[in-house]
């Protein structure tokens, strides 16, 4: 059983930036491809970034590409999310989640373990 916790959130204003990040326990961080959705109010939940076993394959959604980048530290069980040129528009909570499976990874249903959210809320 993974378990994943978010931290990292807050208020920004528009143009700013926040580093997400996400710790996992409980199981083995490396057989994991790790995602980050977010879902706004009253909106689905919706896909934003996902990294492969090892890193160095990483995918975003049309709508943060050149502004966010994940990475992640297998050594230290984490990974993050950089955001930059935060818009009002990317208000939303964000979470973590990870899966062993091995596509569909764009998904939400993909994922087999989720973190609590993390609220990221940029004013205009």
């Known amino acids: 059983q993974v378990q994943l916790v978010e931290s990292g959130g807050g208020l920004v204003q528009a143009g700013g930036s926040l580093r997400l990040s996400c710790a996992a326990s409980?199981?083995?961080?490396?057989?994991?491809?790790m995602g980050w959705f977010r879902q706004a109010p009253g909106k689905e939940r919706d896909f934003v970034s996902f990294?492969?076993?090892?890193?160095?394959?990483?995918y975003y959604a049309d709508s943060v590409k050149g502004r966010f980048t994940i990475s992640r530290d297998n050594a230290k069980n984490t990974v993050y999310l950089q955001m930059n040129s935060l818009k009002p528009e990317d208000t939303a909570v964000y979470y973590c989640?990870?899966?062993?499976?091995?596509?569909?990874?764009?998904?939400?249903?993909?994922?087999?373990?989720w973190g609590q959210g993390t609220q990221v809320t940029v004013s205009s």
């Open positions: 409980g199981g083995t961080f490396s057989r994991h491809v």
């Open positions: 989640a990870a899966t062993r499976r091995v596509e569909g990874f764009y998904n939400a249903g993909t994922y087999d373990y």
């Open positions: 990294i492969k076993w090892s890193g160095g394959t990483e």
